[in-house]
């Protein structure tokens, strides 16, 4: 499955740098592989863009529908200290 996601991510990868991502990666159950039915990822966004709460709201509806599954969006700084060092161990880069 990782792979399929990463290919449509890859795919639209312009479309996503717009948007002001930055950095992209799997993480979560999805890399663990756990039977979870959604994407996790942890995104880094382009710090000469505007990111407010409503990107990130489009950002993720986005990625679920061209994903065709529920997304969970973190991003480095959102993730607590007792998780942040293992979500980023195992993210497995997309973009």
């Not at 969970?72 to 195992?90: F, H, N």
């Amino acid at each position: 499955m990782n792979h399929q996601v990463i290919a449509i991510l890859r795919e639209h990868e312009r479309e996503l740098r717009a948007a002001g991502i930055e950095h992209l990666a799997i993480s979560g159950s999805a890399v663990r592989g756990n039977d979870k039915p959604e994407s996790d990822f942890v995104v880094s966004f382009d710090d000469s863009k505007p990111v407010s709460l409503l990107t990130v709201g489009r950002l993720k509806c986005h990625l679920a529908d061209l994903l065709g599954t529920k997304v969970d969006l973190s991003s480095p700084s959102w993730l607590k200290d007792s998780i942040g060092g293992q979500v980023q161990r195992e993210a497995i880069d997309a973009l």
